[in-house]
């Protein structure tokens, strides 16, 4: 009997003391965590050492560096030479038109001036408009021939599924996101005007100059105030019939193309139809995930220039609405679906974001939540 | 980091193997040190308490905080040492010791009532207020005979957790 007894009263001590599920958990994560591996560059597999395929790989390596990679630069430099050469004629002479368009309107706004001329003023507004939705049409061109030649430029081998993107108002697209370049190949198709992270050096350059012209919008992500900012223009832009088709990508963050991290509900909340594309690369040649800790932009596209191809595959897949009764949420989540499925991602609930900062306390307070209920409940039992 | 396997010679494999006294096999090894120099990004040799706190199913552990100080600048020997108490052949005796060193935070080889009081706040955090955590706390130590003032001892832990099997495991994936 009074064995039991001690048996009993020990075994409410264990519980109480009883840490090890808490423990087994922090330690699982320390082993294996799917966060970390979803920004886990992969190695290629190496096939090279052996006696007989040793010296085929060196001559691939000869030729992928000192024949390959001069071709792809040179290819780069006259897009750029013909790309800058359009460019920058257009871009004056649209300024020079801007400062025009101001002075007109102040003119038509003065009540002093004559009634004929402002007539004429009105007739010039007006070509003005047919010019800058013509201006729109020649940005959208010169921006789909850069990235063209910078898909050339890694001999991209791109496979588009489905129908090509339409330009009408109140759609967003959305994708899943590996490397930068993911835009690239998107954009020599259709010129999308895309949601993205300023970036410091060169890429910032051409984003404040050249993808300011195709309407991109960018944001820093540690800043709060950024957020507001760009969900207004956001729904400004999808709102304008002339403006480009706008392009979402939104994790938020790059993965390494094996799994997709929780979307971002912005794009989903602009009450627009979303059409998802999901794009899976095959890393034959090159694995295509950008690890923005481990490499810069540039050492990223070096790295793809010396490959021998980036290979992979574009689905525009059926364009969604938001169902009576979802969430925003709810709606990410369908989509991601239907891209995790498409490109065969894994999919993981965590915040892309959470590899810039500490998750938030409220995961903790959860599972601490549920041990003091446990306790309590324990304690009136008695 | 495809070549860090390569780094482990066969000596290191079997002193590592030796320091954690075989809990595991010499292909867990290379896979735990695949993942220490992934978490060491730095390459440092040890991980950070910044490091850890980047994984964030573990930074999310209500424990992480005490953890921490166990587990912080270890070196991978020491690494895999902490880790062998969740191996599958790990003894009872190992599984206890660790969760007693958990609890002896001061390490002076003794767990008072304060120190379990401590970590039931690690664990319940504001839902519960520290009247009931020390009253239910004061009950357990009163049915199993012991007073506020009594300190717990490893053999007491050992005794405590004889009753029934320890749940510890975690699997190291090898591939």
Same mark, same amino acid.
């Given at each position: 009997?009074?064995?039991?007894?001690?048996?009993?009263?020990?075994?409410?001590?264990?519980?109480?003391?009883?840490?090890?599920?808490?423990?087994?958990?922090?330690?699982?994560a320390?082993?294996?965590d799917t966060f970390t591996r979803c920004f886990?560059?992969?190695?290629?597999?190496?096939?090279?050492?052996?006696?007989?395929?040793?010296?085929?790989?060196?001559?691939?390596?000869?030729?992928?560096?000192?024949?390959?990679?001069?071709?792809?630069?040179?290819?780069?430099?006259?897009?750029?030479?013909?790309?800058?050469?359009?460019?920058?004629?257009?871009?004056?002479?649209?300024?020079?038109?801007?400062?025009?368009?101001?002075?007109?309107?102040?003119?038509? @706004?003065?009540?002093?001036?004559?009634?004929?001329?402002?007539?004429?003023?009105?007739?010039?507004?007006?070509?003005?408009?047919?010019?800058?939705?013509?201006?729109?049409?020649?940005?959208?061109?010169?921006?789909?021939? @850069?990235?063209?030649?910078?898909?050339?430029?890694?001999?991209?081998?791109?496979?588009?599924?489905?129908?090509?993107?339409?330009?009408?108002?109140?759609?967003?697209?959305?994708?899943?996101?590996?490397?930068?370049?993911?835009?690239?190949?998107?954009?020599?198709?259709?010129?999308?005007?895309?949601?993205?992270?300023?970036?410091?050096?060169?890429?910032?350059?051409?984003?404040?100059? @050249?993808?300011?012209?195709?309407?991109?919008?960018?944001?820093?992500?540690?800043?709060?105030?950024?957020?507001?900012?760009?969900?207004?223009?956001?729904?400004?832009?999808?709102?304008?019939?002339?403006?480009?088709?706008?392009?979402?990508?939104?994790?938020?963050?790059?993965?390494?193309?094996?799994?997709?991290v929780m979307?971002?509900?912005?794009?989903?909340?602009?009450?627009?139809?979303?059409?998802?594309?999901?794009?899976?690369?095959?890393?034959?040649?090159?694995?295509?995930?950008?690890?923005?800790?481990?490499?810069?932009?540039?050492?990223?596209?070096?790295?793809?220039?010396?490959?021998?191809?980036?290979?992979?595959?574009?689905?525009?897949?059926?364009?969604?609405?938001?169902?009576?009764?979802?969430?925003?949420?709810?709606?990410?989540?369908?989509?991601?679906?239907?891209?995790?499925?498409?490109?065969?991602?894994?999919?993981v609930p965590w915040d892309g974001y959470l590899k810039y900062s500490r998750p938030s306390p409220k995961h903790r307070?959860?599972?601490?939540?549920?041990?003091?209920?446990?306790?309590?409940?324990?304690?009136?039992?008695? | 980091?495809?070549?860090?396997?390569?780094?482990? /010679?066969?000596?290191?494999?079997?002193?590592?193997?030796?320091?954690?006294?075989?809990?595991?096999?010499?292909?867990?090894?290379?896979?735990?040190?695949?993942?220490?120099?992934?978490?060491? #990004?730095?390459?440092?040799?040890?991980?950070?308490?910044?490091?850890f706190l980047s994984v964030p199913e573990f930074a999310m552990n209500?424990?992480s905080? #005490?953890?921490?100080?166990?587990?912080?600048?270890?070196?991978?020997?020491?690494?895999?040492?902490?880790?062998?108490?969740?191996?599958?052949?790990?003894?009872?005796?190992?599984?206890?010791?660790?969760?007693?060193?958990?609890?002896?935070?001061?390490?002076?080889?003794?767990?008072?009532?304060?120190?379990?009081?401590?970590?039931? #706040?690690?664990?319940?955090?504001?839902?519960?207020?520290?009247?009931?955590?020390?009253?239910?706390?004061?009950?357990?130590?009163?049915?199993?005979?012991? /007073?506020?003032?009594?300190?717990?001892?490893?053999?007491?832990?050992?005794?405590?957790? #004889?009753?029934?099997?320890?749940?510890?495991?975690?699997?190291?994936?090898?591939?």
């Open positions: 009997m009074e064995i039991i007894c001690i048996q009993f009263r020990d075994q409410k001590m264990r519980d109480l003391l009883d840490i090890s599920p808490t423990l087994t958990e922090a330690a699982g320390i082993v294996d886990k560059s992969n190695p290629p597999e190496p096939w090279n050492w052996n006696v007989y395929l040793f010296p085929l790989w060196c001559c691939g390596v000869v030729v992928r560096y000192l024949v390959l990679f001069p071709i792809r630069v040179l290819v780069l430099t006259i897009g750029w030479i013909i790309f800058l050469s359009a460019f920058i004629p257009v871009h004056l002479l649209l300024k020079g038109h801007d400062k025009l368009r101001i002075k007109l309107e102040v003119l038509i @706004i003065e009540p002093t001036t004559l009634n004929s001329m402002l007539l004429a003023y009105v007739n010039d507004l007006n070509v003005l408009k047919v010019n800058l939705s013509e201006y729109l049409r020649v940005y959208r061109c010169l921006v789909e021939l @850069i990235c063209s030649f910078f898909v050339a430029s890694w001999t991209g081998v791109v496979k588009y599924h489905g129908p090509r993107p339409s330009n009408r108002p109140k759609q967003v697209f959305v994708a899943n996101h590996t490397s930068m370049i993911d835009f690239i190949v998107l954009e020599q198709m259709t010129a999308f005007a895309v949601i993205m992270q300023k970036h410091p050096g060169w890429v910032g350059l051409l984003q404040s100059t @050249i993808l300011e012209s195709v309407g991109c919008i960018w944001f820093n992500r540690s800043e709060a105030k950024d957020r507001e900012i760009v969900a207004k223009k956001l729904r400004d832009h999808v709102q304008g019939a002339d403006n480009n088709p706008l392009l979402i990508f939104p994790e938020g963050t790059c993965v390494n193309n094996h799994y997709t979307f971002k509900k912005g794009a989903f909340e602009l009450g627009c139809t979303v059409c998802p594309v999901a794009i899976k690369y095959n890393k034959i040649f090159v694995d295509a995930f950008w690890n923005s800790r481990k490499q810069s932009f540039t050492m990223h596209l070096l790295q793809l220039m010396t490959s021998w191809a980036v290979v992979c595959d574009v689905w525009y897949l059926e364009p969604q609405t938001l169902k009576p009764g979802e969430t925003a949420i709810e709606f990410a989540e369908r989509v991601r679906d239907i891209i995790s499925v498409r490109a065969g991602l894994k999919k307070e959860r599972k601490q939540q549920s041990f003091a209920e446990y306790v309590l409940q324990r304690l009136e039992e008695k | 980091m495809g070549s860090a396997s390569s780094m482990l /010679t066969q000596y290191d494999l079997e002193e590592v193997q030796q320091h954690c006294h075989h809990l595991f096999s010499q292909q867990e090894i290379v896979s735990l040190y695949q993942r220490f120099c992934q978490l060491d #990004r730095n390459a440092k040799g040890f991980i950070s308490a910044d490091e209500p424990l905080q #005490r953890l921490l100080k166990m587990v912080d600048g270890l070196n991978f020997k020491d690494f895999v040492a902490f880790l062998s108490a969740f191996s599958p052949k790990a003894t009872m005796q190992q599984k206890v010791e660790l969760i007693f060193k958990v609890y002896d935070s001061d390490c002076n080889g003794k767990v008072s009532f304060n120190d379990i009081l401590e970590v039931l #706040r690690d664990l319940s955090g504001s839902f519960m207020s520290d009247e009931q955590r020390e009253k239910v706390l004061s009950q357990v130590f009163n049915d199993a005979g012991y /007073t506020k003032e009594s300190y717990l001892m490893l053999d007491d832990f050992i005794k405590v957790f #004889r009753s029934s099997e320890l749940k510890m495991e975690v699997e190291v994936p090898v591939d």
